[in-house]
T-cell receptor
Framework: SQKIEQNSEALNIQEGKTATLTCNYTNYSPAYLQWYRQDPGRGPVFLLLIRENEKEKRKERLKVTFDTTLKQSLFHITASQPADSATYLCALSNQAGTALIFGKGTTLSVSS | KAGVTQTPRYLIKTRGQQVTLSCSPISGHRSVSWYQQTPGQGLQFLFEYFSETQRNKGNFPGRFSGRQFSNSRSEMNVSTLELGDSALYLC?????????????FGQGTRLTVV
């Protein structure tokens, strides 16, 4: 069955450092991969979308890579800030439908 | 513009009862999807509607159903509630049909079954 794993449930880093979150998947051939941020008590908020034929996408301090050979996506937040503390979710979808398959998320804590 | 609105925000029901949750998408969005979020399973896809038609359905029992109205508003219904149905139910709307479209989520309805 399709499986998505995000490297760890929790990641703690110091302010100013680069946070790197990992999303691995098996038994799936996604056409698109998305990253969302979720704060406690709120719904997920879209951050970035990357297509299978794109290697890398950037948006301000965020960078996403997508390696379909390794079946892995890396999500980087550079110059992290305490305000970046949240749970980050990766989600996959294929050409066949709009249903997003989500990982369970990684909770990032940035300390000052 | 207004975001996705879900009502009610919180709900407590008893086992065996049924419940209806409502979702108003962003104006102009025709695609609405529903997800169940629990600490153990994370976000799981329930179903997706586009222009009043169910386009996709997740792996949930028939007790879970939904519909979409002509104004794109959507409802989901859970009958014969079980304790395991306690979860955060999230609705997301998208502007277009298709997998390459970002989803805008509401704040969710927290359902507790006792």
């Amino acid at each position: 069955s399709q499986k998505i794993e995000q490297n760890s449930e929790a990641l703690n880093i110091q302010e100013g450092k680069t946070a790197t979150l990992t999303c691995n998947y098996t038994n799936y051939s996604p056409a698109y991969l998305q990253w969302y941020r979720q704060d406690p008590g709120r719904g997920p908020v879209f951050l970035l979308l990357i297509r299978e034929n794109e290697k890398e996408k950037r948006k301000e301090r965020l960078k996403v890579t997508f390696d379909t050979t390794l079946k892995q996506s890396l999500f980087h937040i550079t110059a992290s800030q305490p305000a970046d503390s949240a749970t980050y979710l990766c989600a996959l979808s294929n050409q066949a439908g709009t249903a997003l398959i989500f990982g369970k998320g990684t909770t990032l804590s940035v300390s000052s | 513009k207004a975001g996705v609105t879900q009502t009610p925000r919180y709900l407590i029901k008893t086992r065996g009862q049924q419940v209806t949750l409502s979702c108003s998408p962003i104006s102009g969005h025709r695609s609405v999807s529903w997800y169940q979020q629990t600490p153990g399973q994370g976000l799981q896809f329930l179903f997706e509607y586009f222009s009043e038609t169910q386009r996709n359905k997740g792996n949930f029992p028939g007790r879970f159903s939904g519909r979409q109205f002509s104004n794109s508003r959507s409802e989901m219904n859970v009958s014969t509630l079980e304790l395991g149905d306690s979860a955060l139910y999230l609705c997301a709307s998208s502007l277009r049909d298709g997998p390459n479209t970002e989803a805008f989520f509401g704040q969710g309805t927290r359902l507790t079954v006792v």
